[in-house]
């Protein structure tokens, strides 16, 4: 006696459907039942539709019955072996009733559609209570409107009604992007949106559409706010940074021990910073300044035969690297700074950087910074680098400068 009011259950249900679905496919009044008629009423109906890129959406519809005593129990189980023993039964006239929808929502939109691979299956599950859930499955074709490189979902089920036990929920492919909603889903999830009962669709609704997500899609209005932000600060730093390098040019320049040097001599600059002239010893002057003078005049001929660097072309390490090669291999920073007219906090800004990166070596001789590149042997350079007159720190021993220059030497 208990097989006969399951069975009804599921024509019933079968007929909730159809007829909600064709109501509002049909621009007819939407169906304004419920499950009052049935003997067994389930507790909720789960509607969802998942959309792909061609328009064609596969359609899952739950029936879930709260299986609370043992009498519903053993109306389950019997609905579950009809199910298993004549599935052809089930499916058929779901498919049926489907198809007309669908044959409706054709006439309305101008879609060709159709309903296919309809499958069912009756299982019992916690949720967490115990449930006995019918479950059908089928395909309908050319569901949503495909616009372009958009989805356009909803007029095919235009009107809908979804009573206080029923939701419908519409998902769409992982790379697309939720765009409009109408009315406002009663939830929003990754990739898809939830209508929950009661619900009355109007003429127009419910309507979705969602297009392919494009590369900056996700990020949040603010974000995109900030990155602009960042950009135009980032252009503002580097505007400002070439434009005091610019002006640097010709700038006395200052080394690391405080001394100055104007920029732009030939040796001048080096006698003065050295300060080992053995005019200032007050030996024989004339000795004193050719020793001096001797590493200057070799840079000055150095500097008139070294190849012009074009810094248009080049990056600010390459100049300096250039620069150190056409000196043979080695050369002072302060000169690095004279020559590329930079200022001293510049030139050791990049220098800095390409002693880390292993392309420059340096020491120190004396107060000075010697650079040389790392495949520099200084047994070979038997004239000397015009540098190396730095090395001369005995003239400042004071008494004959000659003797100064021999014991430099």
Partial sequence: MQRAPMFLVVVALLGVVGLALTAGGAGAAPFDGGFAQMDVEPDDVSIA??????????????YRIRLATDEEERAFEELRADVENDTEAYTTRFRDRMASTAA?????????????NATVTAERRELPQAYGVLTYRFEWTNFAAVDGDRLRVGDAVDGLFLDGSSSLTVSWPAEYRLGETSPDPSEVRDRSVVWNGPVDFSTGQPRITVAPASP??????????ALLAALVVAGGVAYRRREAADDGAGVIATDETGGTAEGGGGGSGDATDTGATAADSGGDGSGGAVQSDSGDAGASDESADAPPVDSDLLSNEEQVLRLVESRGGR????????????TA???????????????LDGFRLGRENV????????????SGDGDDGERREGGDSGGDGGAGATGSD
């Fill in 371 to 382: 650079l040389s590149l790392p495949d520099y042997d200084p047994e070979a350079d038997a």
């Fill in 104 to 116: 409706t929502a054709e006439s309305t939109t101008g879609r060709n559609m159709t309903v296919s």
């Fill in 216 to 225: 900056l899609s996700g990020v949040p209005t603010a974000g995109l706010i």
């Fill in 345 to 359: 906090a510049k030139t050791s800004q990049v220098v800095t950087g390409l002693r880390d990166e292993g392309d």
């Fill in 331 to 342: 050369m002072k920073q302060k000169r690095v700074a004279e020559e590329l007219e930079w």
């Fill in 49 to 62: 539709a998942d959309v792909g890129p061609d328009g064609d959406a596969q359609w899952t519809v739950e």
